[in-house]
């Protein structure tokens, strides 16, 4: 079985701030992606970031990147210069064996 | 990206009735679609996985009986909610994927249903 953990459910940031949002996750799987997707108030997900578990270099997307630490299983997001449209729900989301697993979110709020 | 269009984004049923939802991919053949119940302030919660032209495969708990999942074309994938009771109005969320690879998801816009 597969899992994936997000252990906090609520994060703020000031604006312009930097802000790591954490996740572990658990898989028997060797070929595994990892992504971040983002749930605004309109509940649209939208892809932040992807991971592929064979690529030892972290992904980055602009001020989005990622801490990808395989042996540890651990994938963190990490916003740098955070704006206001970046207030969302994030799930950490693990795709293998051919099923998408999400953690129970991180609500992020930016403080202006 | 690739766009799933999700049909309807609200509606309203009274119990006993069904209500069907449509996913289409609109630029690309999603051969699985995935569909998810989404409660308030919580994750997804998977479904059920559907592949185009074979029998969905449920998660635990999920009844096969009351979500009936068809996935006839490979830009179509339909939810029906029979018998609907108030217990299952929730937000309901579909994806697709373009191959069989360990690609994204793309994501349906979701559907509100509301079992009055």
């Known amino acids: 079985a597969q899992t994936v953990t997000q252990s906090q459910p609520e994060m703020s940031v000031q604006e312009a701030e930097t802000v790591t949002l954490s996740c572990t996750y658990d898989t028997s799987e060797s070929d595994y992606y990892l992504f971040w997707y983002k749930q605004p108030p309109s509940r649209q997900m939208i892809l932040v970031i992807r991971?592929?578990?064979?690529?030892?270099q972290n992904a980055t997307e602009n001020r989005f990147s990622v801490n990808f630490q395989k042996a540890a299983k651990s994938f963190s997001l990490k916003i740098s210069d955070s704006q206001l449209g970046d207030a969302a729900m994030y799930f950490c989301?693990?795709?293998?064996?051919?099923?998408?697993?999400f953690g129970t979110g991180t609500r992020l709020t930016i403080i202006p | 990206g690739a766009v799933v269009s999700q049909h309807p984004s609200r509606v309203i049923c009274k119990s006993g009735t069904s209500v069907k939802i449509e996913c289409r991919s609109l630029d690309f053949q999603a051969t699985t679609m995935f569909w998810y119940r989404q409660f308030p302030k919580q994750s997804l919660m998977l479904m059920a996985t559907?592949?185009?032209?074979?029998?969905?495969?449920?998660e635990q708990g999920v009844e096969k009986d009351k979500f009936l999942i068809n996935h006839a074309s490979l830009t179509l994938s339909t939810l029906t909610v029979t018998s609907a009771h108030p217990e299952d109005s929730s937000f309901y969320i579909c994806?697709?994927?373009?191959?069989?690879?360990?690609?994204?998801?793309?994501f349906g816009q979701g559907t509100r249903l509301t079992v009055v």
């Open positions: 991971q592929e578990a064979y690529k030892q």
């Open positions: 994806s697709a994927r373009q191959n069989r690879g360990p690609t994204e998801a793309f």
């Open positions: 559907s592949n185009e032209g074979s029998k969905a495969t449920y």
């Open positions: 989301v693990l795709f293998g064996n051919e099923k998408l697993t």
